[in-house]
């Protein structure tokens, strides 16, 4: 495959669950932290509570996130880990797409 395809198919073989922004700003903001709870990230990302929920339930069956549930002074918690295969992924991303984007 010559060096141009080889750009553009490291574009187009991006993984679909981490590429969705969303999902991304998820992943992200998890990589650079040991746990993040719910409330931060809706803050942070500015979804809607369903909307945040959704993008991390297909990321924790994607197996990229783990998810603790908690009770602080009788108030429910939720909070999120990135796991191996989620660093792995987003790592992944990165490479790829900086490979596929980068000049000759």
Known sequence: MTEPKAKLQALLDLDRVVHE???LAILTILA???EVEFRFLEETIGLTRGNLS???SKLEAAGYLTVKK???DRIPVTSYRITAAGQKAIDGYRKALLEGLKKR
């Open 21 to 23: 922004p969303a999902r």
């Open 32 to 34: 650079s932290a040991e």
């Open 54 to 56: 959704s993008h991390a």
């Open 70 to 72: 908690a009770f602080r």
